[in-house]
T-cell receptor, first 113, second 114 residues
Framework: QKEVEQNSGPLSVPEGAIASLNCTYS??????FFWYRQYSGKSPELIMF????GDKEDGRFTAQLNKASQYVSLLIRDSQPSDSATYLC?????????????FGKGTKLSVKP | KAGVTQTPRYLIKTRGQQVTLSCSPI?????VSWYQQTPGQGLQFLFE???????NKGNFPGRFSGRQFSNSRSEMNVSTLELGDSALYLC?????????????FGAGSRLTVL
């Protein structure tokens, strides 16, 4: 069974620091990788997606993918208290559709002022 | 532009009953997916529909079923409810099934089974 593993946390970082969130996946054939953010009591929202090995940057967020190690990470620079949320890593399952994702259980991030 | 609308938002049922949840996607979106979220298992894929056809189904028992209508609205049904079915059921829509099409989630329907 395909699995996505994340450290459940909580991960606590001070305001302004870099938060590093990690994710590993079991299916070497996985092609597309996503990071979602879920605030408490809210629904998930997409932050970033990455398909190719290497880094992808979007503002304060950087996604890193290493397919050989089956490892995906999300770096949040200059962390803000508003970044406090649960971060979900997801990979595409059969057919490669975003509608059919395998999610990790999420890492809870707390950014302390 | 209205988002993904799920109804009802909250409901309480007893074991053995059945429940139907509804999802109206963003206007113009033709793909609808359903996920179950629980504290223990996290987010788990239930179904994916596109143009009234089920494209994929997750590893859930046959008590879980769904359908999509010609206007892209979708419903899911859970029959013979069990305590373990208590969860947040999330619907998400996208323009189509392609990997580049971003999912937008609704606020969810929180089901409590007593």
């Amino acid at each position: 069974q395909k699995e996505v593993e994340q450290n459940s946390g909580p991960l606590s970082v001070p305001e302004g620091a870099i938060a590093s969130l990690n994710c590993t996946y079991s299916d070497r054939g996985s092609q597309s990788f996503f990071w979602y953010r879920q605030y408490s009591g809210k629904s998930p929202e997409l932050i970033m997606f990455i398909y190719s090995n290497g880094d992808k940057e979007d503002g304060r967020f950087t996604a890193q993918l290493n397919k050989a190690s089956q490892y995906v990470s999300l770096l949040i620079r200059d962390s803000q208290p508003s970044d406090s949320a649960t971060y979900l890593c997801a990979v595409t399952d059969y057919g490669g559709s975003q509608g059919n994702l395998i999610f990790g259980k999420g890492t809870k991030l707390s950014v302390k002022p | 532009k209205a988002g993904v609308t799920q109804t009802p938002r909250y409901l309480i049922k007893t074991r053995g009953q059945q429940v139907t949840l509804s999802c109206s996607p963003i206007s113009g979106h033709r793909s609808v997916s359903w996920y179950q979220q629980t504290p223990g298992q996290g987010l788990q894929f239930l179904f994916e529909y596109f143009s009234e056809t089920q494209r994929n189904k997750g590893n859930f028992p046959g008590r879980f079923s769904g359908r999509q209508f010609s206007n892209s609205r979708s419903e899911m049904n859970v029959s013979t409810l069990e305590l373990g079915d208590s969860a947040l059921y999330l619907c998400a829509s996208s323009p189509g099934p392609g990997v580049a099409n971003v999912l937008t989630f609704g606020a969810g329907s929180r089901l409590t089974v007593l």
